[in-house]
């Protein structure tokens, strides 16, 4: 079996499930009662904090790749990059139905276009607000157009320069999420310094390794004879 069979029958598969898994564990634990006190807070904080992971991880395969020499990591970063995004919609939509319209009329249903409009208009409201929302919702909306354009017909529309462009959001979602975090938190912030501690090295080591590659490609001039003399 060749490495890219690999690749595709085994180890992607493998991620998948393991990436379903948080979600999985929640909803066993939220149907068993085995969370904390106040279980949508713990399901609001966990959906979260595995956004937050998974944009880390994204993050890490170029730094791996390039330290490692194994390119076919890259693979990886789309689905890594998907998840990310799917556990922050989960996260969003937790936050929209049981805090934002937990205090609507909902007279008219909870499917009725006067319900989706008033909900929209909260949300709205508490992201202009409320700053650690608004951090949360950039992050994001961040998000958003990478998923949308994450598939090969995408970067065949965009070109690869505009696509990788479109792609570096990912650094202000990272950036935005851990702020996000950050205000989030009351007390105890280690959690959210640890994460952003990572963001800022993983970022880091984009910048340094873009200097140095710089320094490398640009050509020394050449060494007249009088000089070796």
């Known amino acids: ?6 690749v595709r029958v085994l180890l992607k598969p493998v991620l998948f ?9 929640l909803a066993w634990s939220v149907y068993t009662g085995n969370l904390g006190a106040d279980p949508l ?10 956004a937050l992971r998974f944009l880390c991880a994204t993050l890490a395969v170029t730094p791996v ?8 990591l890259t693979r990886f970063r789309r689905m890594l990059g998907l998840f990310a995004f799917f556990y922050a919609t989960v996260h969003l939509l937790i936050y929209a139905g049981a805090d934002r319209l937990a205090g609507l009329d909902l007279s008219n249903g909870i499917l009725s276009v006067q319900t989706a409009v008033a909900l929209a208009k909260s949300v709205v ?15 994001w909306a961040c998000m958003l157009p990478l998923a949308l354009t994450s598939t090969a017909g995408w970067i065949r529309r965009l ?14 979602s990272a950036v935005a999420a851990c702020v996000h ?4 938190v009351k ?28 320094r490398v490609s640009i050509p020394q001039p050449a060494t007249s004879q009088r000089s070796l003399r």
């Open 1 to 6: 079996m060749t490495s890219d069979r690999v």
């Open 17 to 25: 499930a393991a990436a379903l898994t948080p979600i999985v564990w």
């Open 41 to 50: 807070a713990d399901v609001t904080h966990e959906t979260g904090a595995w």
């Open 65 to 72: 790749r390039r330290l490692t020499g194994w390119n076919r």
């Open 125 to 139: 409201d508490d992201v202009r607000k409320r700053p650690f929302i608004t951090a949360g919702f950039t992050a």
């Open 159 to 172: 070109g690869g320069r505009r696509w990788n462009l479109l792609h570096r959001l990912i650094y202000l």
């Open 181 to 184: 975090y950050y205000w989030l």
């Open 187 to 214: 007390s105890d912030i280690r959690r959210p310094l640890a994460y952003g501690a990572v963001v800022v090295l993983l970022l880091g080591f984009r910048i340094v390794w873009s200097r140095v590659n710089r």
